[in-house]
């Protein structure tokens, strides 16, 4: 979803800009490809934007709003067997294979371009905030015992763990990858820890 106050000429060239600035980042992203791949030319790209920093931010906002669509579809429906958070970090990794807009989010996060690097933290710290509130709404919907302050404790390592799938899906460390999910699904009792369980029973 873009913002509504682009034109629609505008928005095609934000969506091909979101695929070149997630496969090259911000620096070898060239605004001539990205005009010759929206079948413009550049000066007609400068007729919607004033630069390469005015693009990318078009670009991150369309990013952040496709990727907090994502979650909030991966929270909402429970499914039966599957625990809290479970649906979404057993997708993460095909998520980010197949969504340009989760690639950019990370490669963003990891590597901002200086000129407007507060402007990504923040959009990115709220999108985190974003899977934070979902896991825990479905945490205390789960498991309507636990103590606030575990369903707080839970929440942050929760948060913690998936940035830290973060850093492997950029790196592509698949091992890596492997030993944090399996660490972050016993966490939530999905293999047979009963964690959770335990807690709740305090």
């Known amino acids: 979803m873009t913002s509504n106050t682009l034109s629609a000429a505008a928005e095609r060239i934000v969506q091909h800009a979101l695929q070149h600035f997630a496969d090259r980042g911000y620096d070898a992203a060239s605004l001539n ?25 078009a670009v991150l906002n369309l990013a952040l709003q496709s990727e ?3 979650v909030d579809g991966q929270f909402s429906t429970e499914i039966t067997g599957q625990a809290a958070g479970e649906r979404y ?10 969504s340009g807009a989760l690639r950019f989010l990370l490669r963003a996060a990891f590597y901002p371009p200086p000129a407007i690097e507060q402007q990504v933290k923040s959009g990115f710290e709220d999108y985190l905030a974003g899977i934070r509130e979902r896991f825990q709404a479905s945490l205390e919907s789960s498991y ?3 103590a606030p302050e575990h369903v707080h404790l839970l929440a942050e390592a929760y948060l913690a763990l998936i940035d830290s799938l973060h850093v492997e899906l950029i790196y592509g460390n698949e091992a890596a990858y492997s030993r944090r999910l399996d660490a972050l699904r016993q966490l939530l009792g999905i293999t047979g820890l009963p964690l959770l369980t335990g807690i709740a029973a305090e």
């Open 33 to 57: 490809d990205i005009a010759g791949s929206a079948g413009i030319k550049k000066a007609s790209l400068y007729a919607h934007f004033t630069g390469k920093d005015e693009l990318y931010t």
């Open 68 to 70: 907090r669509d994502y």
């Open 89 to 98: 970090i057993v997708n993460l990794q095909r998520r980010y294979t197949e």
């Open 144 to 146: 309507p015992a636990l």
